[in-house]
């Protein structure tokens, strides 16, 4: 496993690909662990929601602290715990939402919700705008951050207009300001390394 | 039930004050749910987004390639169409975004209310907001 650069790759839709340039972090999202440290992801997913199972996952990732050192350099250990806590968090808050809106007997009133939404894009566009942008933040978000021109995305679709500003639009609907999310985080992962951390492999 | 609508109390004065012609048939109940979301959680949503449409990756894809060009990417959301996008895809969507911003759309929504299909687009939204608070909230 060799230290990465700051440069990932993206693949594009036509298979070309695009160089974003970010600063890595280490976010233990449950593919990331289930990765590094060879484990299924449906067992990283249910150790995240206990606090024994997180206990465990923050030992073993910090047996390979230096490793990941080197993957990235800004790695620290100490606000490790409260990743997994906050990832462990999110995690609960996704299950009972996707529950609800899923569940028999709410199933007709989302049927009828997401087919309105659908039609969002002539009927209230900025609704839609919104949702487009959302998916953008969370899928590629670290490259406009870098070039600066997320604010002026936010004012020339009018999302800014409706959150008061591109200060308040900003703060709502993106990231952490001026904490770029590292390139492979959200929908369209950069690769893992193809090895897991050396003695990763060893089981809890 | 299909005709309600979950209004936050300054929510209600708007909708009490719209044409009784637009206000008729409709059950108001009281949005009590509250959520303080952080910069963290908000990110922490974004990194566990999955979206499994190939119209939605083709999209990303898209916006990927535009490279950060403001005009390119605007273009690209203006001409965005949800249309044929999965339900399970824009729940992930407004999962990422979380209750405020669509609590803020909700209210512009309101103000701007001209007839029963904007309500009942404003209905979508509050149950989709209801469902969020609730989840985020009790977790």
């Known amino acids: 496993m060799s230290p990465e650069t700051t440069l990932d790759p993206v693949t594009g839709p036509s298979g070309d690909e695009t160089k974003i340039e ?5 976010i ?6 289930s990765q590094y440290l060879e484990m299924n992801i449906a067992e990283v997913d249910a150790a995240l929601r206990s606090v024994e199972g997180r206990a465990t996952l923050y030992s073993r990732i910090v047996e390979h602290e230096e490793d990941l050192r080197q993957l990235y350099p800004d790695f620290n250990s100490n606000g490790l715990r409260e990743q997994l806590d906050l990832i462990g968090d999110v995690l609960r808050q996704k299950e009972a939402y996707m529950k609800d809106v899923s569940s028999p007997e709410k199933k007709g009133l989302f049927r009828r919700a997401w087919d309105r939404v659908k039609g969002f894009a002539k009927r209230h566009p900025i609704v839609t705008a919104l949702l487009a942008i ?4 969370a899928a590629v978000a670290g490259g406009f951050y870098l070039t600066g021109n997320w604010e002026l995305l936010l004012t020339s679709t009018g999302l800014s207009k409706v959150f ?9 609907i993106t990231p952490t300001p001026y904490t770029p999310m590292a390139p492979g985080a959200g929908e369209l992962q950069v690769p893992v390394p193809a090895d897991p951390i050396p003695g990763a492999e060893i089981p809890i | 039930m299909h005709n309600a609508l979950s209004l936050t109390a300054d929510e209600q004065k708007l909708f009490d004050a719209l044409p009784d012609g637009l206000k008729e048939g409709w059950v108001i109940t009281e949005e009590q749910g509250t959520y303080s979301d952080t910069p963290r959680h908000r990110m922490m949503r974004m990194q566990l987004m999955h979206l499994h449409d190939p119209k939605m990756q083709e999209f990303l894809g898209k916006a990927k390639a535009t490279e950060g060009d403001e005009k390119a990417l605007a273009a690209l959301v203006a001409r965005t169409d949800l249309s044929d996008v999965s339900d399970g895809d824009l729940a992930e969507l407004f999962f990422v975004l979380g209750p405020a911003p669509l609590s803020a759309l909700i209210l512009s929504l309101l103000r701007a209310v001209k007839s029963d299909e904007d309500i009942d687009d404003l209905a979508s939204l509050t149950l989709i907001r209801n469902s969020l608070l609730s989840a985020l ?3």
Not at chain 1, 22 to 26: K, L, N, R
Not at chain 1, 28 to 33: D, K
């Open chain 1, 22 to 26: 970010a600063p890595q972090s280490f």
């Open chain 1, 28 to 33: 233990p999202t449950p593919e990331r662990l």
């Open chain 1, 134 to 137: 959302a998916g953008i933040a």
């Open chain 1, 164 to 172: 008061g500003s591109v200060d308040a639009a900003g703060e709502m």
């Open chain 2, 137 to 139: 909230h009790h977790s």
